[in-house]
């Protein structure tokens, strides 16, 4: 099941609506079978319900942390260790907030050597089971749901630092290559781990492109190295070419 509910959200992801009919027909099951899909997906905050179908979420509210913790959890698994054989021995990094910065934080724990400037109390408590691994915790208000870190006091800590590299997540990639969140003070704090960071690394699975979000971090532009699970739509590859982004993929 959980398949299925993965290929529904990336199909609404894609065209942005989808009726119970044509989901039951692609999928040989039942319209029932679909509709407690919609429901369950629903109530977890990855899709909106309507009359015969269901399509996006809200631009203006990130789906809620566990959910996201489990959604694409394998391919998140395969980002994570490629990043990971990216970064070499005691190298510097910064590490910001997202479920899938902190699956490459289970990854990097296995390294030697690291110096890690992070907003993400959750990135910390990972690596700090790595003796040899330093670790620089930004001050600043804790989010509740998520344990990340923003506010004033995080931008003047981030400030602080240069370090080699800086791994980030990001809610939503557009068409034209606009990098896109939920929340502003957290894309503040982004925003200055990319200015103090030499090399910018973008870790963002499947259903991230073409999702919608309200606030503007920045442009494909401004990374330089994009890691993901699948080959990205046409005019995500045209851009990356256009700017030399490296692609990876997992």
Known sequence: MKKRQNKIIERIQTVGFVSIEDLARDFDVTPQTIRRDLNQLSSQGLLRRYHGGAGLSTSVENIGYSARQILCLEDKIRIARKVADRIPPKASIFINIGTTTEEIAKEL???????????NLNVALILSRNQDIEIFMAGGVVRNRDCGITGHATLDFIS??????????????????????????????AKAI??????VILAAD??????????????????????????????????????EVKLYTA
């Open 206 to 243: 499947h259903t991230k492109f073409g999702r919608n979000a309200m606030v503007r971090l920045g442009h494909l532009s401004d990374i330089d190295e994009l890691f993901t699970d699948n080959l990205p739509p046409k005019e995500i590859v045209k851009l990356l070419k256009e700017h």
């Open 160 to 189: 602080q630092f240069r370090a080699d590299f800086c791994i980030i997540g990001i809610s939503g990639i557009a068409k034209n290559g606009d990098l896109l969140d939920f929340d502003y003070r957290e894309v503040r704090v």
């Open 194 to 199: 990319i200015a103090n960071s030499e090399k």
């Open 109 to 119: 724990v296995k390294k030697e050597g690291l110096r890690v400037i992070t907003n």
